[in-house]
């Protein structure tokens, strides 16, 4: 007998015996974290369904789309935007090279967003081919979990169908939350600043964040003027403070404007634009004003509560070590249990789960040496301990060794911004702790150091390793006089 059935308003029944359950697993959105773990468990033998949202750019309660925000209004499409603002700044650059461009180079930015947009539906369909493939179901429409071993989901036309599943795993990501101010509707989040009809000539950014630094870069590399307004001294918090302080100066040489310790209180509509004003007084006119305040789990519809699944007070669903909720056949994984929320890390997640579940491998995801990359221009990319968090936890003296360097390009073209590398150092044990990086092509090179790093490098390893020249990525091989120890039990300012 199938558990199946249409609940015409009345809850679907809890299956009664294991080989009743329409699914072995039931998974409820489809982005990164979701696609893989089914993907997986199928690939373990287990039956496995999906419901996802519609598509849209745009996301909201009832639309989304096989792949999620990464793919869809995430990741990818911001990294293409970064990819078009870089042309501008290497367009000058390529001058000092013998280029002549002489004639006005226009930017249009209609075609840029119809390449985006044709590149993101395409790959929502591999997204959908990858599923089917693997003999994943896929159902589009909103999900809910109704039992420990039932989920409804609502479809377009409002029909609910109840399906039931031995296990059911909970991926429902993560949207922008905004701040309650005034006029907050005449703001946009990351969403919106992804498919806007026209490049707006003049930006507000709120935040210090990933997504703050990163717009601020795109809308000024594709030649806006751009406000980047954050509450703290410097953007960034959380990441190593002498690197959060060379991304601002970065982002400053490159004209846009930096108001630190400022907060917007009120936006009003104008003939002229959006008026923007701070917290200092300040009025500022803005075509767009984006809010990048940060992201907040998506689990309120959910029904989580009227099962037993526990949520924190963000609204993160808590799970174990393992990503079981306090709902043993419910499990969670990626941005809504709030752990660390970045693509890679919800794909480790979904496939630690599918080794867990149904591999006969019971594997914790490892956050160790997580590598971290902020695309802002020129990026910044990270791997383990930053200089403060690495002084918080040591037993013994810190070794910190510096680079500065003018990069190779810049010496010819005379743009004026040096590459920073920096090694966080045990002084006891020799090994590295953290490695950091802002200049051109840092997560491409931070990547192979967090291979390093997982493995326990040293600093004898990388002073021993020979470097590949000319290239900046040498200079981390070749840091051999400390730039500052750091004594054991010294405090250093931290959170600027
Ligand atoms: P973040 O959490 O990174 O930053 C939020 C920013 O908004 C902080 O600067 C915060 O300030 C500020 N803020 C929060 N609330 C308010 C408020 N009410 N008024 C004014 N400022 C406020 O969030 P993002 O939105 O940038 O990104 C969300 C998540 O998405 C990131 O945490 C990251 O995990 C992921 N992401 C990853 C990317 C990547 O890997 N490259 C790219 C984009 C996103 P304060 O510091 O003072 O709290």
Same mark, same amino acid.
């Given at each position: 007998?199938?558990?199946?059935?249409?609940?015409?308003?009345?809850?679907?029944?809890?299956?009664?015996?294991?080989?009743?359950?329409?699914?072995?697993?039931?998974?409820?959105?489809?982005?990164?974290?979701?696609?893989?773990?089914?993907?997986?468990?199928?690939?373990?033998?287990?039956?496995?369904?999906?419901?996802?949202?519609?598509?849209?750019?745009?996301?909201?309660?009832?639309?989304?789309?096989?792949?999620?925000?990464?793919?869809?209004?995430?990741?990818?499409?911001?990294?293409?935007?970064?990819?078009?603002?870089?042309?501008?700044?290497?367009?000058?650059?390529?001058?000092?090279?013998?280029?002549?461009?002489?004639?006005?180079?226009?930017?249009?930015?209609?075609?840029?967003?119809?390449?985006?947009?044709?590149?993101?539906?395409?790959?929502?369909?591999?997204?959908?081919?990858?599923? =089917?493939? &693997?003999?994943?179901?896929?159902?589009?429409?909103? $999900? /809910?979990?109704? #039992?420990?071993?039932?989920? +409804?989901?609502?479809?377009?036309?409002?029909?609910?169908?109840?399906?039931?599943?031995?296990?059911?795993?909970?991926? =429902?990501? &993560?949207?922008?939350?905004?701040?309650?101010?005034? $006029? /907050?509707?005449? #703001?946009?989040?990351?969403? +919106?600043?992804?498919?806007?009809?026209?490049?707006?000539?003049?930006?507000?950014?709120?935040?210090?964040?990933?997504?703050?630094?990163?717009?601020?870069?795109?809308?000024?590399?594709? $030649?806006?003027?751009?406000?980047?307004?954050?509450?703290?001294?410097?953007?960034?918090?959380?990441?190593?403070?002498?690197?959060?302080?060379?991304?601002?100066?970065?982002?400053?040489?490159?004209?846009?404007?930096?108001?630190?310790?400022?907060?917007?209180?009120?936006?009003?509509?104008?003939?002229?634009?959006?008026?923007?004003?701070?917290?200092?007084?300040?009025?500022?006119?803005?075509?767009?004003?984006?809010?990048?305040?940060?992201?907040?789990?998506?689990?309120?519809?959910?029904?989580?509560?009227?099962?037993?699944?526990?949520?924190?007070?963000?609204?993160?669903?808590?799970?174990?070590?393992?990503?079981?909720?306090?709902?043993?056949?419910?499990?969670?994984?990626?941005?809504?249990?709030?752990?660390?929320?970045?693509?890679?890390?919800?794909?480790?997640?979904?496939?630690?789960?599918?080794?867990?579940?149904?591999?006969?491998?019971?594997?914790?995801?490892?956050?160790?040496?997580?590598?971290?990359?902020?695309?802002?221009?020129?990026?910044?990319?990270?791997?383990?301990?930053?200089?403060?968090?690495?002084?918080?936890?040591?037993?013994?003296?810190?070794?910190?060794?510096?680079?500065?360097?003018?990069?190779?390009?810049?010496?010819?073209?005379?743009?004026?911004?040096?590459?920073?590398?920096?090694?966080?150092?045990?002084?006891?044990?020799?090994?590295?702790?953290?490695?950091?990086?802002?200049?051109?092509?840092?997560?491409?090179?931070?990547?192979?150091?967090?291979?390093?790093?997982?493995?326990?490098?040293?600093?004898?390893?990388?002073?021993?390793?020979?470097?590949?020249?000319?290239?900046?990525?040498?200079?981390?091989?070749?840091?051999?006089?400390?730039?500052?120890?750091?004594?054991?039990?010294?405090?250093?300012?931290?959170?600027?």
């Amino acid at each position: 007998m199938s558990r199946k059935m249409l609940i015409d308003g009345e809850q679907c029944h809890q299956a009664e015996a294991e080989e009743h359950y329409d699914f072995d697993l039931f998974v409820i959105g489809a982005g990164s974290g979701g696609v893989r773990a089914s993907r997986f468990s199928a690939s373990h033998g287990a039956k496995v369904g999906i419901c996802e949202l519609p598509f849209d750019p745009i996301s909201s309660e009832v639309v989304g789309g096989i792949g999620g925000t990464c793919v869809i209004r995430g990741c990818v499409p911001k990294k293409i935007l970064v990819y078009g603002a870089s042309f501008g700044p290497e367009l000058q650059d390529a001058r000092s090279f013998g280029w002549d461009v002489n004639e006005k180079v226009d930017f249009d930015w209609k075609k840029l967003l119809q390449k985006k947009t044709d590149e993101i539906v395409r790959l929502n369909g591999i997204y959908k081919r990858l599923l =089917t493939n &693997s003999g994943v179901k896929m159902y589009e429409g909103e $999900g /809910k979990i109704v #039992g420990p071993h039932e989920v +409804e989901v609502t479809q377009l036309d409002g029909t609910k169908i109840c399906y039931s599943a031995k296990h059911i795993l909970i991926a =429902t990501g &993560s949207r922008a939350v905004i701040p309650d101010i005034p $006029g /907050k509707e005449f #703001g946009i989040t990351s969403d +919106e600043a992804l498919s806007l009809e026209e490049l707006p000539k003049r930006v507000v950014v709120l935040g210090g964040g990933y997504i703050a630094v990163e717009f601020a870069s795109i809308w000024n590399g594709m $030649g806006a003027k751009v406000d980047l307004c954050f509450r703290r001294e410097l953007p960034l918090r959380g990441f190593d403070d002498e690197m959060r302080a060379v991304v601002a100066r970065n982002l400053e040489a490159r004209g846009i404007n930096m108001h630190p310790r400022t907060n917007l209180t009120e936006l009003i509509k104008t003939e002229n634009g959006i008026k923007v004003i701070t917290d200092h007084g300040e009025e500022l006119l803005a075509d767009a004003v984006l809010f990048a305040t940060g992201r907040a789990p998506n689990s309120k519809r959910l029904n989580l509560n009227a099962v037993g699944v526990e949520v924190d007070k963000h609204g993160a669903v808590k799970v174990d070590e393992y990503s079981r909720t306090t709902v043993p056949s419910i499990w969670a994984i990626g941005d809504v249990t709030n752990r660390m929320n970045l693509t890679p890390v919800a794909l480790m997640e979904g496939s630690y789960f599918a080794n867990t579940v149904f591999g006969g491998e019971p594997t914790k995801p490892d956050y160790n040496f997580v590598p971290y990359a902020v695309f802002c221009i020129p990026p910044l990319s990270v791997v383990g301990q930053s200089e403060e968090e690495a002084v918080e936890k040591a037993k013994g003296d810190i070794l910190v060794y510096t680079s500065s360097f003018n990069p190779m390009k810049n010496t010819i073209s005379g743009r004026q911004e040096k590459t920073v590398m920096k090694l966080v150092v045990d002084g006891d044990t020799q090994k590295v702790l953290g490695a950091s990086m802002c200049g051109p092509d840092a997560p491409e090179i931070m990547q192979g150091i967090a291979v390093a790093l997982k493995c326990g490098a040293t600093k004898k390893q990388f002073d021993s390793t020979v470097g590949i020249h000319p290239s900046a990525a040498e200079e981390f091989v070749t840091m051999r006089s400390i730039t500052r120890r750091i004594e054991a039990g010294s405090k250093l300012k931290t959170n600027l």
